[in-house]
C-alpha cells in the first residue's frame, strides 16, 4: 500500500509541478534513492514519463551531496536558537519562512562552490557513504 502512495505524490504532485517547470521535456529530477523511492511501481512511472523528464542517476546514502540537506541544516539549527519555541504549526512556518528568506546568498555560493569536493568525495567513497 505505501508504494501506491508514493506513486499517487508523484502522480499528483511532483508531475503537473515538472510539466510547468519544463514544458519541452529537458528537466531533471534528482531522487535520493530511498527504498521508497525505488520500489517497482515508482521506477516504472519514471520509464513511463522519459520523454517528459530524466530520473538522474544517483548514488544511494549520499545527502551530502545534495545542497539542500544543508540548508536544512542551516534552517533547524536556527529554529533551536529561537525562543520561545514555537507554540504551533503556523509560527514554526512563518519562522522557516522567514529563514529561508534570509539566507545568505554566499551560503548558497559556498555550496555551490563545495560541489566539486562533494562528488570527488563520493568517488573516493565508490558510491557510498561519505563523509561530507
Known amino acids: 500500500m505505501k508504494s501506491a502512495n ?14 510547468f517547470a519544463f514544458p519541452t521535456g529537458n ?3 534528482q531522487q535520493d534513492n530511498a527504498p521508497c523511492h525505488k520500489v517497482r511501481i515508482v521506477l ?15 548514488p544511494p546514502n549520499s545527502p551530502g551531496l ?12 536556527q529554529l533551536r536558537a529561537q525562543t520561545p519555541p514555537c507554540p504551533n504549526i503556523s509560527t514554526l512556518r512563518d519562522r522557516c519562512l522567514d529563514i529561508w528568506y534570509n539566507l545568505s546568498p554566499v551560503m ?3 555550496l555551490v562552490a563545495s560541489m566539486s569536493r562533494r562528488v ?3 568517488l573516493k567513497a ?3 557513504p561519505m563523509l561530507y
Not at 508514493?6 to 510539466?19: R, V
Not at 517528459?52 to 544517483?58: G, I, K, N, Q, V
Not at 545534495?66 to 541544516?73: A, C, R, V, Y
Request: proline fraction near 4%; charged fraction near 20%.
Open 44 to 58: 516504472e512511472w519514471f520509464e513511463e514519463h522519459t520523454d517528459e523528464f530524466h530520473l538522474m542517476s544517483w
Open 66 to 77: 545534495n545542497p539542500m540537506e544543508h540548508i536544512l541544516d542551516v534552517t533547524e539549527l
Open 126 to 128: 565508490k558510491g557510498g
Open 27 to 29: 528537466g531533471i529530477f
Open 108 to 110: 548558497y555560493q559556498t
Open 6 to 19: 508514493y506513486l499517487n505524490i508523484i502522480a499528483d504532485q511532483l508531475h503537473p509541478y515538472m510539466a
Open 120 to 122: 570527488a568525495s563520493v
